[in-house]
């Protein structure tokens, strides 16, 4: 009914403004990240502490003890930071977030260099472990540890959604782990009723990402983060917003 339609959304609303109320890094954020090299200033952002007495000018933020200017981001209870423009190398460098509230949040082991979207459906979804001597590209995964992935979570929305509820792999270093890691264990999928490996029990990777990734990070001589982000079997039109869509129909 509209009734219990009206008290899902206000639960919904509700449980979202809990999730943001202490000071984070957005989930796209994390340890051992890539982030865009110079010229280009990387940009980072997250929620800061709405139940306490902080104030966004109350938060600090520095990239290797330098610190960085944060500002008020567009969306309700967000800050937002350009980190000066650093170069490629494979040097490792750290964040740290801070309030007034004793609240300390760093990320450690972040490199700079290119960032690459490795998106579409079942061509991009095609796993490395399954590609023509994918075991030996498995094997291989560990001698790249400037090739970093991310893989995310797999999530429908009526409207557009300020970040993703969860992440299906957060950033790893290249290694066999990270490119085939199991996510759900056989005993959960037991627990939830599950008899068959749904594709989401999966922390696997795209082939044609990964070797993109791989070659990319040969020629350029660049740390490369993926950001693997995929759906196989779906339409042009679950990628899209129904404003970019209205003007089609």
Same mark, same amino acid.
């Given at each position: 009914?509209? &009734? ?10 509700? &449980? ?13 954020? #994390? ?14 952002? #997250? ?86 001597? #994918? ?18 979570? +797999? ?7 300020? /970040? ?16 085939? /890691? ?35 990070? +040969? ?5 490369? #983060? ?15 917003? +129904? ?7």
């Amino acid at each position: 009914s509209q &009734l219990t339609n009206m008290f899902l959304f206000k639960l919904l609303f509700l &449980l979202q403004l809990h999730q943001i109320s202490s000071l984070r890094f957005a989930h796209t954020y #994390g340890s051992h990240m890539v982030l865009q090299k110079a010229p280009q200033r990387a940009v980072v952002w #997250g929620y800061y502490n709405t139940s306490s007495s902080s104030t966004l000018n109350k938060i600090t933020l520095s990239l290797d003890n330098t610190p960085v200017t944060v500002s008020l981001g567009q969306l309700p209870n967000t800050w937002i930071a350009k980190l000066p423009p650093t170069l490629a190398s494979n040097t490792s460098h750290r964040l740290q977030l801070s309030d007034d509230t004793n609240t300390t949040i760093i990320l450690n082991d972040i490199l700079f260099g290119d960032v690459w979207l490795c998106s579409g459906q079942s061509n991009m979804a095609f796993l490395l472990q399954n590609a023509f001597n #994918g075991s030996t590209y498995v094997n291989n995964s560990i001698n790249y540890p400037n090739l970093r992935v991310f893989t995310s979570f +797999k999530n429908n929305s009526p409207h557009p959604l300020p /970040e993703q509820p969860k992440v299906q792999e957060p950033w790893k270093v290249s290694s066999p782990s990270a490119v085939t /890691e199991v996510a759900l264990r056989q005993q959960d999928r037991h627990a939830n009723g599950m008899r068959q490996v749904q594709d989401d029990d999966w922390l696997v990777f795209s082939a044609v990402c990964y070797l993109y990734g791989v070659e990319i990070m +040969k020629h350029t001589k660049y740390p490369v #983060g993926l950001v693997n982000t995929n759906w196989g079997g779906t339409s042009v039109e679950f990628w899209s917003s +129904k404003e970019s869509l209205s003007p089609c129909n």
